[in-house]
Protein backbone atom coordinates (compact mmCIF):
# COMPACT_ATOMS: atom_id res chain seq x y z
CA UNK A 1 0.00 0.00 0.00
CA UNK A 2 1.39 3.54 -0.83
CA UNK A 3 0.58 5.98 1.38
CA UNK A 4 0.79 9.48 -0.05
CA UNK A 5 1.05 12.96 2.64
CA UNK A 6 0.60 16.65 1.56
CA UNK A 7 2.27 19.27 3.46
CA UNK A 8 4.72 22.10 3.64
CA UNK A 9 8.06 21.40 2.58
CA UNK A 10 9.16 21.65 6.25
CA UNK A 11 6.56 18.65 6.35
CA UNK A 12 8.46 16.47 4.68
CA UNK A 13 10.83 14.93 6.35
CA UNK A 14 8.74 13.49 9.20
CA UNK A 15 6.01 12.48 6.63
CA UNK A 16 8.92 10.14 5.07
CA UNK A 17 9.81 8.72 8.36
CA UNK A 18 5.93 7.91 8.69
CA UNK A 19 6.53 6.56 5.14
CA UNK A 20 4.34 8.71 3.02
CA UNK A 21 5.32 10.13 -0.01
CA UNK A 22 5.24 13.37 0.20
CA UNK A 23 3.34 16.21 -2.13
CA UNK A 24 3.38 20.34 -2.03
CA UNK A 25 0.12 21.41 -1.21
CA UNK A 26 -1.03 24.15 -3.21
CA UNK A 27 -1.44 25.25 -7.29
CA UNK A 28 -1.20 21.78 -9.42
CA UNK A 29 -1.79 19.34 -6.36
CA UNK A 30 -3.77 17.10 -8.17
CA UNK A 31 -0.96 16.90 -11.25
CA UNK A 32 1.76 16.16 -8.75
CA UNK A 33 -0.50 13.40 -7.07
CA UNK A 34 -1.30 11.90 -10.44
CA UNK A 35 2.38 11.52 -10.86
CA UNK A 36 3.31 9.58 -8.06
CA UNK A 37 0.61 6.75 -8.89
CA UNK A 38 -0.54 5.69 -11.92
CA UNK A 39 -3.11 3.30 -10.43
CA UNK A 40 -5.23 6.28 -9.15
CA UNK A 41 -6.23 7.13 -5.64
CA UNK A 42 -8.13 4.83 -3.46
CA UNK A 43 -9.56 6.45 -0.04
CA UNK A 44 -8.24 9.59 0.88
CA UNK A 45 -8.68 11.26 4.05
CA UNK A 46 -8.80 15.05 4.56
CA UNK A 47 -7.69 16.26 8.38
CA UNK A 48 -7.77 19.67 7.14
CA UNK A 49 -10.73 20.83 5.74
CA UNK A 50 -9.71 23.63 3.21
CA UNK A 51 -11.58 23.36 -0.29
CA UNK A 52 -8.02 22.22 -1.95
CA UNK A 53 -8.34 19.21 0.36
CA UNK A 54 -11.78 18.36 -0.67
CA UNK A 55 -11.49 19.46 -4.17
CA UNK A 56 -9.08 17.07 -4.73
CA UNK A 57 -10.00 14.05 -3.25
CA UNK A 58 -12.98 14.51 -4.74
CA UNK A 59 -11.07 14.85 -8.27
CA UNK A 60 -9.16 11.66 -7.63
CA UNK A 61 -11.44 9.31 -5.55
CA UNK A 62 -14.26 8.19 -7.96
CA UNK A 63 -16.40 6.09 -4.98
CA UNK A 64 -17.29 9.11 -2.65
CA UNK A 65 -17.73 6.56 0.30
CA UNK A 66 -14.34 5.98 0.33
CA UNK A 67 -13.49 9.80 0.91
CA UNK A 68 -13.89 11.36 4.58
CA UNK A 69 -13.29 14.52 6.23
CA UNK A 70 -12.04 14.91 9.58
CA UNK A 71 -12.71 19.35 9.26
CA UNK A 72 -15.05 20.06 6.46
CA UNK A 73 -18.20 18.45 8.16
CA UNK A 74 -20.74 20.67 6.83
CA UNK A 75 -19.02 20.87 3.00
CA UNK A 76 -18.60 16.65 3.64
CA UNK A 77 -22.22 16.59 4.42
CA UNK A 78 -23.89 18.21 1.21
CA UNK A 79 -21.36 16.48 -0.95
CA UNK A 80 -22.08 13.16 0.72
CA UNK A 81 -18.59 12.18 1.73
CA UNK A 82 -18.04 10.49 4.87
CA UNK A 83 -17.97 12.66 7.86
CA UNK A 84 -15.85 11.75 11.13
CA UNK A 85 -16.35 13.22 14.22
CA UNK A 86 -18.09 15.74 16.74
CA UNK A 87 -19.64 17.70 14.31
CA UNK A 88 -23.85 17.27 13.87
CA UNK A 89 -24.04 14.53 11.35
CA UNK A 90 -20.78 13.28 11.21
CA UNK A 91 -19.98 9.68 12.25
CA UNK A 92 -18.78 9.62 15.95
CA UNK A 93 -16.59 6.84 15.27
CA UNK A 94 -17.57 4.69 17.79
CA UNK A 95 -17.89 1.45 15.99
CA UNK A 96 -14.94 1.95 14.11
CA UNK A 97 -12.99 2.21 17.35
CA UNK A 98 -14.46 -0.64 19.16
CA UNK A 99 -13.58 -3.00 15.97
CA UNK A 100 -10.35 -2.15 16.35
CA UNK A 101 -9.57 -1.34 19.83
CA UNK A 102 -7.63 -4.52 20.95
CA UNK A 103 -5.73 -4.45 17.36
CA UNK A 104 -4.51 -1.20 18.45
CA UNK A 105 -3.78 -2.08 21.95
CA UNK A 106 -1.45 -4.89 20.70
CA UNK A 107 0.28 -2.71 18.31
CA UNK A 108 0.86 -0.13 21.06
CA UNK A 109 2.26 -2.89 23.25
CA UNK A 110 4.49 -3.65 20.21
CA UNK A 111 5.70 -0.11 19.53
CA UNK A 112 4.28 -0.08 16.55
CA UNK A 113 1.84 2.71 17.58
CA UNK A 114 3.57 6.46 18.49
CA UNK A 115 1.38 8.65 19.62
CA UNK A 116 3.87 12.44 19.60
CA UNK A 117 2.94 15.17 22.86
CA UNK A 118 4.23 18.28 21.85
CA UNK A 119 3.63 20.08 25.05
CA UNK A 120 2.22 19.68 28.32
CA UNK A 121 0.04 22.58 30.10
CA UNK A 122 -1.28 22.76 33.69
CA UNK A 123 -5.42 22.53 33.54
CA UNK A 124 -5.12 26.72 34.57
CA UNK A 125 -4.10 27.13 30.93
CA UNK A 126 -6.84 25.47 28.99
CA UNK A 127 -7.90 29.02 27.72
CA UNK A 128 -4.38 29.73 26.11
CA UNK A 129 -4.04 25.64 24.79
CA UNK A 130 -7.58 26.34 23.08
CA UNK A 131 -6.02 29.31 21.22
CA UNK A 132 -2.81 27.34 20.25
CA UNK A 133 -5.51 24.33 19.10
CA UNK A 134 -7.28 27.08 16.78
CA UNK A 135 -3.90 27.56 15.08
CA UNK A 136 -3.94 24.14 13.56
CA UNK A 137 -0.38 24.06 13.59
CA UNK A 138 0.22 21.62 16.59
CA UNK A 139 1.40 18.55 14.90
CA UNK A 140 0.75 16.57 17.76
CA UNK A 141 -1.16 15.46 21.42
CA UNK A 142 -1.48 18.34 23.97
CA UNK A 143 -2.35 17.16 27.24
CA UNK A 144 -3.76 19.15 30.18
CA UNK A 145 -2.55 17.95 33.90
CA UNK A 146 -4.80 18.73 36.22
Same mark, same amino acid.
Given at each position: ???I??? $? /? ?13 ? #??? /??? =????R *??? @?? %?V????? $???TD /????? $??E? #? ?5 ? @? ?6 ? %? ?5 ? #? ?7 D???EI? $?R @????? =?Q???K %??? *? #?? =?V ?5 ? /??A *?????? @? ?12
Amino acid at each position: MRVIGTG $S /EEAHAELRRLSADPV #VYG /EGL =VGRIR *ELT @AE %GVDPAID $SVGTD /EAIDT $SLEL #VTDRGRI @ATLAAAQR %GLALGIR #VLGGAPGADPGNEIR $SR @ARLDL =VQQAAK %GLI *E #VR =VVATYPLA /EAA *EVHRRL @ATGHTHGKIILIP
